[in-house]
């Protein structure tokens, strides 16, 4: 009869050990409607890991709003290890445990929009209080929130820079350029800024060039940054090859002719230089760079040749100095059409007035070089 009756005891308690912690998770939910959060946080804990409770998605959901008030409390009242972690980590098992249109799956989603959205703003805040350590660790939350979206990537990044956490910020571009798909010449711009001048990585540099390329094939600047990365490393086979291919496939692309001829002149061949700066302007009159470029070559050429001359002494500069004044004069005219054309189309840049003005009264063009003066001291 003993044993019946221990038998009898035993059966009966098994139901509060099988339905404790659901009860756990009920005070667990009341305690974080009352603000008692470490309460909360006692009660929740156990549920997750108990076989009855830890496969219900309201365990789940109850522990992700527990950790979420935790990590949002500004009084910091209750230590958490991640609080944000594992508040995400909660709503996503949710997900998986509930069907999908079920009101705790749905709820979960919107807990972690809400998440990405409050991670977002306050970070924004931290940002313009110029706090951006602790403005990088919001936006850090909210990319585990909503890996896919580019918004915290984007501050992340800028936040980092702003820091100087060079480290940091070519991470959050290149996720961005790379697995987003992002297309943006600013971000870009600072991959290679960083590779190339923060961390001295020419060929990670040149990498991002190059897919700021493929990207953005319109744009002369980065192809002209490649080509200048390659001739400072006397890399002039790679840079004529990548030169050549780029025009066999565009031969009406005026950029390409102006890159070419700038290859050229590093080079040292004025003559393939001169070539390739003329057609890059038969293809393309209005422009700019290869007009003052080829105004610029004829402009030192003549400034090589005065210098010259200034060395020679009496007897020497006597003997020649007349015959290499007309050279330089030479070299003046035929810099002044093309020095005259970049002054109509960038009629206030101060180094083409500068130069112009000394071309007019190396010609003895007096009139038209105090016309320019005039308009330089006015600016």
Do not use: C
Request: without cysteine; charged residues 30%.
């Amino acid at each position: 009869m003993k044993q019946l009756q221990l038998l009898l005891v035993a059966l009966i308690a098994l139901p509060i050990l099988t339905f404790g912690q659901a009860k756990n998770v009920r005070k667990a939910q009341s305690s974080l409607e009352r603000g008692e959060l470490a309460e909360a946080k006692q009660f929740i804990d156990p549920a997750i890991n108990d076989e009855k409770t830890k496969e219900d998605g309201k365990t789940w959901y109850t522990y992700g709003d527990i950790y979420l008030a935790i990590a949002t409390d500004s009084t910091k009242s209750v230590q958490a290890e991640k609080p944000y972690e594992k508040a995400l980590m909660a709503y996503r098992k949710v997900k998986e445990l509930e069907k999908e249109n079920s009101l705790y799956a749905v709820q979960a989603e919107q807990q972690v929009q809400q998440v990405w959205g409050n991670a977002v703003n306050n970070g924004a805040s931290l940002y313009s209080a110029q706090n951006y350590d602790e403005a990088i660790k919001l936006f850090d939350v909210a990319k585990m929130a909503m890996p896919d979206d580019t918004t915290a990537y984007i501050y992340g990044g800028i936040s980092a820079q702003q820091a100087g956490n060079m480290a940091v910020a070519a991470e959050n571009y290149a996720h961005l350029v790379d697995s987003l798909d992002y297309k943006s010449k600013d971000f870009y711009n600072s991959l290679i800024y960083i590779y190339l001048v923060e961390n001295k990585d020419e060929a990670k540099a040149l990498d991002y060039l190059r897919k700021a390329q493929d990207v953005f094939p319109d744009d002369p600047e980065f192809l002209k940054r490649e080509i200048t990365m390659l001739i400072n490393n006397e890399k002039y086979d790679e840079a004529k090859q990548k030169l050549s291919k780029a025009i066999d496939a565009e031969p009406d692309n005026a950029m390409l002719y102006y890159n070419q001829g700038y290859l050229y002149e590093q080079m040292d061949d004025s003559e393939q230089a001169i070539a390739s700066y003329e057609k890059a302007i038969e293809k393309d009159p209005q422009y700019f760079d290869a007009n003052f470029n080829l105004a610029a070559f004829y402009y030192n050429e003549a400034a090589d040749i005065l210098a010259e001359a200034n060395d020679m002494d009496l007897k020497e500069y006597q003997e020649k100095g007349e015959a290499i004044e007309a050279q330089a004069k030479s070299f003046f005219e035929k810099a002044l059409p093309y020095l005259e054309t970049s002054q109509s189309l960038e009629p206030d840049n101060q180094k083409v007035l500068e130069t112009l003005a000394t071309v007019y009264q190396r010609l003895e063009m007096s009139d038209k070089a105090e016309e320019i003066n005039s308009k330089l001291e006015s600016m």
